[in-house]
DNA sequence: ATTACTAAAAGACGAGTAA
DNA sequence: TTTACTCGTCTTTTAGTAA
């Protein structure tokens, strides 16, 4: 959980443009904007930094500021809480797209045990050890961009046999009348057009998929 | 200015929804969803309670908590705050309305010296002392309600000559070729569908505008 | 189970300072 | 002017307790 202080400071840097790019920012105009010394400001920015939320670089009168992806991604995940509070329409999201075959990063996931019994925890299903992979139509691009920022189950990393295992995430979705979830790593989120998904059955053979077949992922989120 | 970890707590009791209606929290639940102790949890509920944010109903097994207006509305100026972040296409709102005569409440806080000193700090010119009155059409009173929602200069109340003197907020705006803007109390908020609006000049001779002209107040604001 | 107080511990703040 | 340190103070937090 981030700390209140922090995301205020952040969202003033992104107020000012951070996001978009570095802007000039002294402790000084940091701290009178946010009615705090520019001490304590000083103190923010290092914790920002720390957390990795923004980049700086020092310069003799000031420094130069960004906000990082990280940052704008903790950003973007309080603005959908406000969307929340005040756009109640539970919003149905529907990608479109086509079943096609390959060993996506997913699958291997799927194939260990731990990930398994974490994800029964979060979705009440312990899942079939295999992914369903569908290439997005160009038109759900946009949608699933979107869906980005919504709240997804975070299964965190570990570390066993002198390996590490990366964090991954999960959202829930549904397909045909099949619960199932899209999962995808944590980190790395190098953009696809490719969407990979569990569920507790094979879904290829409960569904009776074949390559090529146009398929329907549906979320619900309010 | 509220604290930040004030409107971390009232988001979340909004994100239980809180301003629907009332809704059942006790301190333990409220300060596990935020990662802090009861006791903190509690002394939040109390100093939101205090600022008028929350209003509570002590019950022997927890409390009924309900968003006031006052703090739903400080959260849609958060929220306003992230569609700035992220929708930074520059909004263009325009009201419309005609001409009235009148004496509204702007046009006694614009013959006060002191108010005067102080939107010159603000809006970069002296104002006029008076303000053109102007009755909004009925198209533009959603509108009005949304520029509520963004960023108005405040200037403080005060004391002097043993009177008080009220806060006032100011937000500029354009007519025709005018710099102006819209004047009104800070603290009652009483819905109206007459706006007041100062510029350097008197308006209604420099416009050459008389009672039921239609006019068209423009507000950018990105 | 609650709320909310008191008091001790922890942490944050800003003044002063050096670079 | 900056940043960012140390240090003394003050605030906030939590544990313990009563109602």
């Known amino acids: 959980m981030v700390e209140a202080e922090d995301l205020q400071s952040l969202k003033t ?3 000012l443009g951070g996001c978009k790019g570095p802007i000039w920012l002294s402790s000084q105009s940091l701290g009178s904007k946010l009615g705090i010394s520019p001490q304590t400001a ?4 290092i914790a920002l930094e720390r957390q990795r939320f923004i980049v700086r670089s020092m310069k003799p009168d000031g420094q130069y500021v960004v906000v990082t992806r990280e940052g704008e991604q903790q950003l973007r995940r309080e603005y959908a809480d406000y969307i929340r509070i005040f756009n109640p329409k539970r919003k149905q999201y529907v990608l479109t797209g086509t079943v096609i075959s ?5 699958r291997y996931y799927m194939s260990i045990p731990r990930y398994r019994e974490q994800f029964n925890k979060h979705l009440g299903f ?3 050890p295999g992914t369903l992979n569908i290439r997005l139509d160009p038109t759900s691009i946009p949608v699933r961009e979107e869906i980005e920022h919504i709240e997804w189950f975070e299964v965190p990393g570990f570390t066993a046999d002198d390996r590490t295992f990366g964090g991954v995430k999960a959202l829930p979705c549904r397909i045909r009348d099949y619960e199932c979830a899209i999962v995808e790593p944590s980190r ?3 953009k696809t057009d490719v969407i990979e998904v569990i569920a507790e059955l094979e879904l290829r053979k409960a569904l009776n998929l074949n390559d090529n077949d146009v398929i329907e992922v549906e979320i619900s989120h309010d």
């Open 13 to 15: 840097i992104a107020l």
């Open 42 to 45: 000083s103190r923010r920015l």
């Open 102 to 106: 390959g060993l996506g990063e997913g």
């Open 126 to 128: 312990e899942p079939f």
């Open 188 to 190: 790395t989120h190098y």
